[in-house]
Nanobody
C-alpha cells in the first residue's frame, strides 16, 4: 500500500512564502510523474505543477514564476515552493504521485490528504 503525507500548509500574509512537502511511503518500484493540484471553495480543481521522473517541469499560468516544483527521488518526496503568495492562492493543496508498484506495471495515481493554505492579512 502506498501513502502520501503532506505537510507545510498554514496561514501566511500576502507576499509571503510557504513550502509544501509530500512524502510517499510503502512498497513500490518507482514513481513516475509527481504534481500538485489545488481546490478553492466553489472553484474547479486546478492543476498547478508537474515534474516527471526525468526532471522536466510544467506550470499553470496562474503560478508560473511564483511557484517551483521539485522532487527528491531518494526521499520519495515532492515539494512545492510558493513565493509571492496572493489571497487568491487560498485553497486546499493536494499532491499526487504516479506510482509503479512493480517494474512491469502501469502506474497508478495516489493522492495526499490535502493541506490548507490561507493567504490573508
Amino acid at each position: 500500500q502506498v501513502q502520501l503525507v503532506e505537510s507545510g500548509g498554514g496561514l501566511v500574509q500576502p507576499g509571503g512564502s510557504l513550502r509544501l512537502s509530500c512524502v510517499a511511503s510503502g512498497t513500490f518500484f518507482s514513481i513516475d510523474a509527481m504534481g500538485w493540484y489545488r481546490q478553492a471553495p466553489e472553484k474547479q480543481r486546478e492543476l498547478l505543477a508537474t515534474v516527471t521522473s526525468g526532471g522536466p517541469t510544467n506550470y499553470a499560468d496562474s503560478v508560473k514564476g511564483r511557484f517551483t516544483i521539485s522532487r527528491d527521488n531518494a526521499k520519495n518526496t515532492v515539494y512545492l515552493q510558493m513565493n509571492s503568495l496572493k489571497p487568491e492562492d487560498t485553497a486546499v493543496y493536494y499532491c499526487y504521485d504516479d506510482v509503479r508498484l512493480r517494474n512491469w506495471n502501469m502506474n497508478n495515481r495516489y493522492w495526499g490528504q490535502g493541506a490548507q493554505v490561507t493567504v490573508s492579512s
